[in-house]
């Protein structure tokens, strides 16, 4: 128990380390991608297209991480969809240099594995967590993101400067962060999670006593498909939110630093919370929280469009 308890401080400690880089690789396609694919086709019918493949490749990458982490372990899985997102990183550099707006939305598409990565990389860090451990783990981890989230879209300005100096358009420069950030957030994983939590956890499952209390620990399907259909309400808020956000700064005449700003400050409020969130999940439960986390949705959401009506009659 000793053991287990030391790997799992040690998983946790490269977890964070691998989501610190993850989270700055995350936040460049959220900050500029709809900017860029509006200025490979001039024009926004297709605005909301390049965070919508990045979702959709995040979504297929993240069933195939799994059904291969089911097999093969965290570290395998993991470190290949970050693997899959530098690819799709430098594809997206490259596509914006040939203008190829094809090979743009295939690029976005594989992009969206480094997305899921680091959405499933937090869970690594609750194999070996015991019952009352889990969600302040996955919480820790969530933190952690936030300070490469943040960090990214601030640095779109710099690498936009930093780009343009070498010859690529400048709204593709924080894809060279990303590529960057997901590459060094999959060596993390590939060479210092050892060992792999999930196997040893499945290992620590030989007796017949703990087999049984994984089985009663198990989530009824209830509850699966409750938190399922949370998380799908929840991520189409957000995702057309984010989506519009810089193209409706960019047409008030707004910076890309200044948008940056916006977009890190939204991602920083979307993970920091989560330290005191993860508590509260352990010790007043799941259906408070997620009750609680609609109404502040909601509250958020109605004060943003009426502060926006009150500015646009005034």
């Known amino acids: 128990m000793n053991n287990q308890a030391y790997v799992y401080k040690r998983t946790l400690i490269v977890v964070v380390i691998a989501q610190l880089f993850g989270g700055a690789g995350l936040a460049a396609g959220l900050t500029v991608g709809a ?7 001039q024009g926004e019918a297709l605005a909301g297209l390049p965070v919508a ?11 195939l991480i799994g059904r291969m982490s089911q097999r093969l372990g965290r570290r395998v899985g993991l470190s290949l969809g970050f693997l899959a997102g530098f690819v799709g990183a430098i594809g997206i550099l490259v596509a914006a240099v040939l203008h190829s707006i094809w090979l743009l ?22 194999d070996l967590a015991t019952e009352k451990q889990r969600a302040t ?5 969530l933190v952690s993101t936030t300070f490469g989230a943040v960090l990214g879209p601030n640095l779109v300005d710099v690498m936009g400067d930093f780009a343009a100096s070498v010859g ?50 198990k989530p009824m399907q209830k509850g699966v498909v409750v938190g399922a259909m949370v998380m799908i309400l ?18 008030h005449g707004h910076s ?37 986390s609609a109404i502040t949705l909601l509250g ?4 943003a469009a009426f502060t926006l009506q009150t500015r646009y009659l005034d």
């Open 35 to 41: 900017l860029l694919a509006q200025s490979m086709v």
């Open 53 to 63: 493949l990045i979702t959709l490749g995040s979504a297929l990458a993240a069933f």
């Open 105 to 126: 939305w295939m690029m976005l598409f594989l992009y969206g594995a480094g997305t899921a990565s680091n959405l499933q990389a937090r869970y690594a860090g609750t």
């Open 137 to 141: 783990a996955v919480s820790i981890a």
């Open 168 to 217: 690529i358009p400048p709204l593709a420069g924080p894809f060279i962060l990303a590529a960057l950030a997901y590459g060094l957030a999959g060596l993390t994983l590939f060479i210092f999670l050892r060992p792999d939590p999930f196997l040893l956890a499945q290992s620590l499952l030989d007796s017949k006593e703990q087999k049984n209390a994984a089985y009663e620990a």
């Open 234 to 251: 929840t991520q189409i808020i957000m995702v057309a939110i984010m989506t519009m956000t810089p193209v409706h700064m960019e047409h």
């Open 256 to 292: 890309l630093r200044e948008i940056g700003l916006v977009i890190s400050i939204h991602v920083g409020a979307m993970y920091l919370p989560s330290l005191f969130t993860g508590i509260l999940v352990d010790r007043l439960g799941r259906t408070v929280m997620v009750v609680s």
């Open 300 to 303: 958020a959401g109605l004060l």
